[in-house]
Structures are given as C-alpha cells and as structure tokens.
C-alpha cells in the first residue's frame, strides 16, 4: 500500500474503513466499508458502500453503489442507483437508472434501469425498465419489456419478441430441424 492508502485506512475505525481518493488499494475487509471517488480489487464488509467509485468484486450482507460500478457483486440485499454492474447474485436487488449484465436473485424491483439477463423469483419493471431476457416465476409493472419472457404468472402490459409460448414453440420446431437433420446425416453416412 501506498503511504496515501496507509493514511485514509488508519484514520478509521477498526470496524469501519474509509477508502477515497484513492485508486486500486487491493483487497479491502472490514464491517464497513464506505468507497468514496475510489477503486478495490476485492472488497468483503458486512455493509459495502460505494460513491462514484468502483470494485472488481464485493461480498456482503448489504451493498449500496451510487455512481459507480461493479464487476461482480455477492449478497443478501443490493441497492444499485446510476451505476453499472456485470454481474449481481443476492436475495433482494433494487436496481434504478443502472444497467447490470446479469442478475441472479429471490426479489428484482427496476425502475428505469435493465440488465441483459434476469433470473429471479419475482421481478416488478418500473416504467422506462428493459430486459433481453427474464426467468422468473412472478413479474409484474405497468410495462415490461424484454425480448425474450419465460414467467409462470405475469401481471401488467407486456411488450416482448418471445413469450412463454413461442419459446415453447421455437424449442420444439429447432429440436425437429436437428432431429431432422441427425437422421439424414445418419442416413449419408450408412451409405459411404
């Protein structure tokens, strides 16, 4: 660690770190950890608060990244607000005017945000909020849009290019063009 590091991390309390200014100081552990206009390689807190700055990987019981971003986050309960994040697997995300890669969760609430991909439980889309793909057993919003929806029970104007149905369906018609095209291989092959 740099003598700058050194000096920021010492000025807190043992149970509570303070990290700003400051770029890439490493792995970071502590109860708190509060990152301010800074970077982490590794961060592991039970709380994680991150403004205007950014972590390759955080684990925690409660995340908070405002302005900032994430390569791939790991707990109970994330609150992500205009920032961006790659990959996010927790119990409950709230996730506003953010764009995340891929979510993994029990509870999704997005409000003019996305991600590309979505697996979750139940998942509630604001207004302005989009999807590529969604996989869940509840969702419900005024609009949900995505391309591609496989829900057990939805609840609320859908604008999609695949539902439940037509993947079904797509599913089946591809799986009899590769039989299909197995059996005349076969056939080509008994000949030669």
Known sequence: ????????????????????N?????EVSAEVVNL????????????VRINQGGAQHVIASQVEVMQGGVNRIQ???????????????????????????????????????????????????????????????????DSINTKLLIAGHVEGNVETSLDTKQVLFAGVAAGAVIGLLLLVGQLFSDRG
């Open 1 to 20: 660690m740099t003598e700058l590091e050194n000096e920021v991390l010492n000025e807190t309390e043992e149970s509570e770190i303070a990290v700003e």
């Open 22 to 26: 400051v770029s890439e100081p490493g």
């Open 36 to 47: 301010s206009q800074a970077a982490a390689s590794s961060v592991k807190a039970e709380t």
């Open 75 to 141: 707990a109970e309960k994330v609150k992500i607000s205009d920032s961006m994040a790659a990959f996010v697997n927790a119990g409950s995300i709230d996730l506003k005017d953010s764009a995340v890669g891929a979510i993994q969760t029990q509870d999704l609430s997005v409000r003019d945000g996305g991600a590309v991909v979505i697996r979750s439980e139940t998942v509630t889309m604001g207004d302005g909020s989009s999807a590529g793909a969604v996989i869940s057993n509840q969702v419900d919003g």
